[in-house]
Structure formats: structure tokens, C-alpha cells
């Protein structure tokens, strides 16, 4: 089975524009889950979709927004950037139900953002 | 307010010997703990999970080990090998994982030769 696949891998921005970024889950899962990384605040959640409804939600502001398609790709926009904004965004999936185990999230590499 | 704790940022362990790595946690309602394991460039890979209702758990050399008392969960790897050098993320979840993973900052192992 491929891997979580996140596209582009690197994006450079500048303060003001917005930015969409991809993310193709595993075949098969049905959860595709957000994360910020950064140096000073580790790795943050943003939000998990799962069936094409945002089923839950990290504390970032609403600049920060995503979608699901009914195949499970996702997308995650955020707009207005600010330089704060520049991380690694990354994307995890998983089955999404079911007991624990099924709830692994496996993650894809990322896009690192860079806000100038 | 950080509910998941690593308190080491690195950890350097001689080839062979175990590693331990600790975190430590706020969140009562936490139920899952998993460890994810990072390489430069590429996402976080998972390793190995324990629910709330186990106090240990092992996958070949890399047990987890959790005492819920004091809300403080170990990974250990015995023995230690070159390839183990990486950052160990502890990562959360309330609701059986149906939420989001809280993490920790994770910390550098670095196996020494």
C-alpha cells in the first residue's frame, strides 16, 4: 500500500497571500488528520476530518482551514499568512473507527511552508 | 499549558546498551499513548501504543512501559543500535484516539558507536 502522500514539499509565501496544501491519505482510511510543527511549539494539532466532516478541531485561528473530498484526499488552506505561519505542515491518517488500534494515525513527510 | 511532557531534548546511549526515554502527562482523560519516531525530512513514524488498560507493552526490542499514578509513560530499547538515532515524539489521545494527538517535544537519541 502507498504511504500518506502530502504535496508540494516545499512552498515559499510571502506575509498576506494564502496558501493551499494536499494531502492523500492511505487507501482505504477514511480519517485524514492536520499538524503544525514548529521549533518552539512542537508538533500541534489542527483538525481531523473523517468522511468529508471536520470531527474535530485544535485551537488555531479560523485563517486555518480545510476540507475532504468524498475520496478522502484532503486539503488545508490558510490565509492571510502571517510570518509566524512558516512550519512543517503535516498530514496523518488512519481508519478512523473502530477500536484503538484502528486509530493509528500514519503520517506523510510534509510541505515545509516558509512565510517571508 | 504543555499536557504532554518531554523533559529531555536529548539523550545520547552507547551502541548496545538500553535507551529510556520518558514523557510525562497532565490530562487525566488521556487513554492512549503511542511513540512516534523521526528521521530529518520525513514525517513521524509510529512505533508502538499502549491503551490505559495495560501497564506495559513490547514490539521485539522496544517496550513502553506506563504507570498511571504518576502519569508517566518509558519507552525502552534494548539493545540500542546506530539506526535507532532519531527524535522519539510521546504522543496522546482521549476517547480511545478519536481526537487529536497531543505531543510532546520530543527528544534526540543519539546511539553512539
Known amino acids: 500500500k502507498a504511504g500518506v502522500t502530502q504535496t508540494p514539499r516545499y512552498l515559499i509565501k510571502t506575509r498576506g497571500q494564502q496558501v493551499t496544501l494536499s494531502c492523500s491519505p492511505i487507501?482505504?482510511?477514511?480519517?485524514v488528520s492536520w499538524y503544525q510543527q514548529t521549533p518552539g511549539q512542537g508538533l500541534q494539532f489542527l483538525f481531523e476530518?473523517?468522511?468529508?466532516?471536520?470531527?474535530n478541531k485544535g485551537n488555531f485561528p479560523g485563517r486555518f482551514s480545510g476540507r475532504q473530498f468524498s475520496n478522502s484526499r484532503s486539503e488545508m488552506n490558510v490565509s492571510t499568512l502571517e510570518l509566524g505561519d512558516s512550519a512543517l505542515y503535516l498530514c496523518?491518517?488512519?481508519?478512523?473507527?473502530?477500536?484503538?488500534?484502528?486509530?493509528?494515525?500514519?503520517f506523510g513527510a510534509g510541505t515545509r511552508l516558509s512565510v517571508l | 499549558d504543555q499536557q504532554v511532557k518531554q523533559n529531555s531534548p536529548s539523550l545520547s546511549v552507547q551502541e548496545g546498551r538500553i535507551s529510556i526515554l520518558n514523557c510525562d502527562y497532565t490530562?487525566?482523560?488521556?487513554?492512549?499513548f503511542l511513540w512516534y519516531k523521526k528521521y530529518p525530512a520525513e514525517g513521524p513514524t509510529f512505533l508502538i501504543s499502549?491503551?490505559?488498560?495495560?501497564d506495559k507493552n513490547e514490539d521485539g526490542r522496544f517496550t513502553v512501559f506506563l504507570n498511571k499514578s504518576a502519569k508517566h509513560l518509558s519507552l525502552h530499547i534494548v539493545p540500542s543500535q546506530p539506526g535507532d538515532s532519531a527524535v522519539y515524539f510521546c504522543?496522546?489521545?482521549?476517547?480511545?484516539?478519536?481526537?487529536?494527538?497531543?505531543f510532546g517535544k520530543g527528544t534526540h537519541l543519539i546511539i553512539q558507536p
Open positions: 487507501s482505504g482510511h477514511r480519517s
Open positions: 499502549i491503551s490505559s488498560i495495560k
Open positions: 504522543a496522546a489521545s482521549a476517547q480511545g484516539g478519536a481526537d487529536g494527538l497531543t
Open positions: 490530562n487525566s482523560m488521556f487513554d492512549y
Open positions: 476530518y473523517f468522511s468529508e466532516t471536520q470531527r
Open positions: 496523518a491518517s488512519s481508519e478512523g473507527q473502530g477500536n484503538v488500534a484502528k486509530n493509528i494515525q500514519y
